[in-house]
C-alpha cells in the first residue's frame, strides 16, 4: 500500500480561485466573518485568495500555537485539508469540514470525531503526487 508521508502542502491545496469561492459563499449567504490562516511559507497564496474574495476577509500569518487553538476554538467552523490545524479543531472540540485530496480520511483525518457526511470520489485514496484531477 502507497504510504502518505512526506506529502508537502501544495499536493493537497486548492487553488486560490476555490479557495475564494468557496470563501465567498458563508460570507455572502450568512454573513459570516472569513479568516484564512497560514505561515510565511503561504503569504503570497493567501494574498492572492484576499484579492479574490468577493467580501472583505482576513488573513492572519504565523499565530503561536496556542492562539491559533484559541482562534480555532472560538470559531463557528474550520474548513481545512487533512492539516495540522484540522487535528486542533478536533481536540479542542470545534466543527471541521475538512478537505481531503488524495489521501485516505480514514487515515488521516481527525482521530478524535468521527468522518460523518463524507462525500468521495471513485478513485479516492489513490496517493497520486499530485492528484490529476
Known sequence: MPRAVGWRKN???WPPRLLSRLGN?????????????????EKSLLKEVK?????????????????LAGLLKMSD?????????????????????ALFGPTNPNRT?????KIRNSKTMDC??????????
Open 11 to 13: 499536493k493537497k491545496r
Open 25 to 41: 459563499l458563508p460570507a455572502q449567504e450568512l454573513r459570516a466573518e472569513i479568516i484564512f490562516i497560514g505561515n510565511n511559507q
Open 51 to 67: 484579492q479574490e474574495m468577493k467580501v472583505p476577509s482576513t488573513v492572519v500569518i504565523d499565530f503561536t500555537l496556542s492562539k
Open 77 to 97: 467552523v474550520m474548513v481545512t485539508y487533512d492539516s495540522g490545524p484540522m487535528h486542533i479543531v478536533a481536540t479542542a472540540g470545534g466543527p471541521i469540514v
Open 109 to 113: 483525518g481527525p482521530h478524535t470525531k
Open 124 to 133: 479516492i485514496p489513490c496517493f497520486r503526487k499530485p492528484c490529476i484531477y
